[in-house]
């Protein structure tokens, strides 16, 4: 067993390295200690531990938590990673948070990133460090395929001229896509 699999370590110095989630009505809390991800459940019980080893042991400058899906974002300097909770099968927790968070998806800024937040139901992203970006998460194939059945639909019937073309493809190519930039000049 390696030494990060049982002793957390401390937070990351600024109050924007730890967060309370929740998933499922079960509220959590992460915290960046180093390059790791900490979670624990609300009674401080130490839930995982995700290695910052795949990551080239950088150091985490913020993370963020979904209080509606769970979801973790966590910016290791210009990239941020995206991690889900995935329910466990076979478990024996007193903490009831039945979940092991796992990498579902990062995007890259071209500055470092040095704040995160999500929208309420975890499907937008606001990156901040000298750019401020909005994240908007990918259509699922399920809801594009919807989107164009219903785009056929209006245009047989004649309600829809000119804009057949189908607005969700443009999301189609990553789990996140780049959605409004603001530029931001310190003073």
């Known amino acids: 067993m390696n030494c990060h699999q049982i002793l957390s370590g401390a937070c990351n110095a600024g109050d924007r390295c730890y967060a309370v989630g929740s998933v499922e009505g079960i509220s959590f809390t992460a915290y960046a200690a180093g390059c790791n991800i900490v979670i624990l459940a609300s009674n401080f019980e130490r839930v995982q531990i995700i290695p910052g080893a795949v990551h080239n042991y950088i150091r985490i400058s913020c993370l963020d938590c979904s209080t509606d899906t769970g979801k973790i974002a ?10 889900e909770p995935t329910p466990l099968i076979h478990s024996t927790c007193s903490h009831q948070l039945e979940y092991r968070w796992v990498q579902t998806g990062s995007l ?3 500055s470092n990133i040095s704040s995160l937040s999500w929208n309420l139901e975890g499907t937008r992203l606001l990156t901040g460090g000298e750019l401020l970006q909005l994240w908007h998460q990918n259509i699922t194939p399920f809801q594009e395929e919807h989107m164009m059945k219903i785009n056929r639909l209006r245009t047989q019937e004649g309600v829809v001229t000119g804009h057949e073309e189908n607005t969700s493809n443009i999301l189609q190519d990553c789990e ?12």
């Open 176 to 187: 996140f896509c780049h959605f409004k930039e603001v530029h931001v000049k310190c003073v």
């Open 108 to 110: 890259t800024t071209e």
């Open 74 to 83: 966590a910016a290791y300097e210009n990239q941020v990673c995206i991690f």
